[in-house]
Structures are given as structure tokens and as C-alpha cells.
């Protein structure tokens, strides 16, 4: 398992990206744990990531989020990369250069879309078409191919009620393949057994995910992100994954507290000796929890 060691500004001299090799686009994900992606990097480097001189808020009143640097431990050739919304200056540093520290809170909320099935092309289109009018994209990622993410500022949707007087934040969504015989699979990279724990939850298996995500987390960044979430889940006939538990009253309490909809519980491997809980839930279910006092997504 890759460990995360530290998040820091980078204050060590950026080396040749070379040994790295070609990195996909992991973005935004609530299991920041077991977001690992393959590296040609030698056992014992260090990936670093330093957003771009041009990475700033893209217009008055809006921000792009975090834009902390990040340090990662790498083992058994593989790098780890946390929620970032552009991976443009992945470089290899050595070893000698890790700092000291524990991971701490950074970026906003995440959460996974499960669906049936892989979305048809037409389908994709069709969001596309739909987030063109409900966001503004971000540096034209708008015309990439979903499984590399798409990055916008979503639109306050009138359903919410009035808009908070700070602006957007940078948001995304991205679309990634569930093989159940993968070793690790999905925007979670989730294994083979925790998939089987989802299967067995669900009641069936999940062959696609969305995971969608905003990098700030103010009130109204949760708000958007829950109202996405259920309109994704809504439209593809997906469940939520908000990769993580809510605390909520027993179930026979629900309708006294105006709570309704489906929520099951599933786990996933943090370790050979560890498991996590997450709640799996419908649209109906997470429309009505925007709705109580305590509403959050989960970090």
C-alpha cells in the first residue's frame, strides 16, 4: 500500500520528470487512501506536484480551490496522487528530499456515481450538452474525453434557494471503468474483494463510476456537490457512493425527521488488517439529507 507522508509548499529543486513516466488524470476522490495509479518510478522516490504558475482563479470571484503542493512516499513503483484538479508538473525528486509529517485536511468534498452500465457515447454527449448550460468549463476541458475528467464551475441551480454571496469554486466529474477480475479498478481503485463487498450490498454490480467533486469545501461547495451527485445518480440510474458514513438517527426515526430513500452499507480494504465503512445511497435519499441541519458531504 502507498502511504501518503506529507503535504508541504515545494521548497526542493524541481529534477527531470522522465523516470515518471505517463500518469493519468486521477481526480477528486473521497478514498484519497487508495488513489494509486502506476509509476515508472523507481521504489523510494518521491512524486511531487506543483500546480502551474497558471493554475490561479480563472476570473474575479472565483477560485480554483487548493493549490497546495504535494509530496507523496512511493513504493513497489507505484505514485499516489490526492485530488488535484490538474496534474500538468508531475516531477521525481529524490528520496533524500521527503519530508516530515502527517497527511491533513485539504480540498473539499468528493463522492462516487455507481451506474449499471457504461454510459453510450450519446449518453456522454448529452451531458456534455447538459453541463454546457448548468457550468462554465474550465480551460477547455470540456472537449477531453471523460475518463480524463472534466473541470467547470457549476451554476447556483434555483432549486437550492438563494445563492451564497461567494463565488463558485473549480469542480469536476470523471469516468472510470469497474472491472470485478482487475486487481484494483474504478476511481476508488477499489480490489477485486471490495468490490464483491459492494456487489453483495448493492445487489448488484457496479461496471461504471463518476466521480464528481468541487475543491473547496464552504457550505455552498457541499450544497452543489450533493445537488450534482443526485442529478448524475438521477439521470444514469446510479447510487451515490459518499465514500464514507454519515451519522443519522435509526432508520424507524426517518420519516419523523423527513429522511426517505435507500442507504446501504458497504466496506473496502484500507489495509491487510483494516476496513472502512461507506454509505451507498439512492438520489430520493440524498435530496432528502440536503434538506436536514446537519447536511455535509463527506471529505
Known amino acids: 500500500m502507498v502511504k501518503v507522508i506529507a503535504v508541504v509548499p515545494v521548497t526542493v529543486p524541481v529534477h527531470s520528470a522522465a523516470g ?31 500546480p502551474p504558475d497558471e493554475f490561479l482563479p480563472a476570473r474575479s470571484g472565483r477560485t480554483t480551490g487548493d493549490r497546495s503542493s504535494m509530496v507523496f512516499s512511493e513504493t513497489r513503483a507505484s505514485c499516489i496522487i490526492i485530488t488535484t484538479p490538474c496534474l500538468k508538473c508531475f516531477t521525481c525528486l529524490p528520496s533524500s528530499h521527503a519530508p516530515q509529517g502527517i497527511l491533513r485536511d485539504m480540498g473539499g468534498p468528493a463522492a462516487g456515481v455507481l451506474l449499471h452500465r457504461v454510459p453510450e457515447d450519446y449518453e456522454i454527449l448529452e451531458l456534455q450538452t447538459w453541463l454546457a448550460t448548468t457550468a462554465e468549463f474550465y480551460d ?11 473541470e467547470f464551475f457549476l451554476n447556483w441551480p434555483p432549486t437550492l434557494g438563494n445563492e451564497p454571496p461567494e463565488g463558485p469554486c473549480l469542480g469536476g466529474v470523471q469516468m472510470s471503468i469497474i472491472d470485478p477480475e482487475a486487481e484494483f479498478s474504478g476511481s476508488s481503485h477499489l480490489s477485486q474483494a471490495d468490490w464483491a463487498r459492494y456487489r453483495q450490498a448493492l445487489g448488484w454490480m457496479p461496471t461504471c463510476e463518476l466521480a464528481a467533486w468541487i475543491n473547496c469545501r464552504r457550505p455552498r461547495d457541499h450544497m452543489l456537490l450533493g445537488w450534482f451527485c443526485a442529478e448524475l445518480a438521477t439521470r444514469f440510474d446510479g447510487m451515490i457512493d459518499l465514500g464514507g458514513t454519515l451519522s443519522l438517527p435509526n432508520r424507524d426515526e426517518w420519516s419523523r425527521v423527513g429522511l426517505a430513500g435507500r442507504l446501504v452499507k458497504a466496506t473496502y480494504s484500507i489495509d491487510a488488517d483494516r476496513v472502512a465503512q461507506v454509505h451507498l445511497v439512492d438520489p430520493d435519499f440524498l435530496r432528502a439529507w440536503m434538506l436536514q441541519p446537519r447536511f455535509h458531504m463527506i471529505k
Open 20 to 50: 515518471c513516466g505517463s500518469l493519468p488524470r486521477t481526480l477528486g476522490s473521497s478514498h484519497a487512501s487508495s488513489l494509486v495509479s502506476s509509476c515508472a518510478a523507481p521504489a523510494g522516490t518521491l512524486a511531487c506536484y506543483r
Open 140 to 150: 477547455g476541458s470540456g472537449d477531453a474525453d471523460l475518463r480524463e475528467g472534466w
